[in-house]
């Protein structure tokens, strides 16, 4: 996998953290934090609890109904490459993980177990420019200094889109000269896991670079709420509000 360690990968270990007992402990290098600070890149294309490319690990963990003695398995999986389990989207292979390594990330998935919380996801609610209620799964503005503003997110989103890819699909996601309108993708279809997958293994045949190993899984998030947002004309072009204002 590319080496990338992001904040994200911290936060997302230690949030499962407490699933992690039921691992069998063969050294003290079987923890969490040490198997998957070997600079994995695996939250480039997975999160814990939501599928991004590729599966979520808390649904591979149950795919596998959590056994261990799948552990094997799962670990040539990792290291050997995958397609057709979890849909069309191929994994490559990643031989240059140590078959040890390979085993203990193995183990920590099938521990994983689906939070609670995940069937029943909060839905935001909010107008267009032409004052239309659109409804989304995630926030766009929240209060700050008695106003509204765009969250951390959307702004991050904004930013990063336009450092990176405004080159391309034009300022405010309005397409250009290289690259089409993200926001008609988004309104004519595409899913978010369709723009996930696009941006992580990028487009060689249009001469779209991949991401993976760049952006991690949040980061790509933030891009794709903005652009969302965009598309849903629920923020206008330009700067959007934010908090540093």
Not at 141 to 146: D, L, P, S, V
Request: hydrophobic share 40%.
């Amino acid at each position: 996998m590319i080496v990338r360690w992001t904040l994200v990968l911290a936060i997302a270990v230690a949030s499962a953290l407490a699933d992690w007992g039921r691992v069998a402990a063969q050294d003290d290098s079987n923890q969490p934090e040490q198997v998957l600070s070997h600079g994995f890149d695996c939250f480039s294309c997975h999160a814990i609890d939501q599928e991004v490319v590729g599966p979520a690990w808390s649904a591979i963990g149950e795919h596998y109904h959590h056994d261990s003695a799948k552990a094997a398995y799962l670990a040539g999986k990792i290291r050997g490459g995958s397609v057709g389990d979890f849909g069309p989207v191929p994994m490559p292979a990643h031989q240059d993980i140590d078959p040890k390594l390979a085993m203990q990330l193995a183990n920590y998935i099938l521990a994983l177990k689906k939070p609670a919380h995940a069937a029943s996801a909060r839905k935001y609610r909010y107008k267009d420019a032409n004052g239309k209620e659109i409804t989304v799964d995630f926030p766009i503005f929240e209060q700050a200094k008695g106003r509204n503003v765009v969250t951390d997110d959307i702004f991050g989103g904004f930013e990063k889109y336009d450092s990176y890819c405004f080159r391309c699909h034009g300022f405010d996601a309005v397409g250009g000269e290289y690259a089409p309108d993200l926001r008609k993708s988004l309104t004519n279809g595409m899913t978010r896991q369709e723009f996930f997958v696009v941006a992580m293994e990028g487009r060689e045949s249009k001469g779209m670079p991949g991401w993976a190993g760049f952006f991690s899984a949040a980061e790509l998030t933030q891009v794709y709420q903005y652009v969302k947002a965009r598309s849903l004309d629920v923020i206008g072009p330009g700067r959007p509000p934010s908090k540093s204002d």
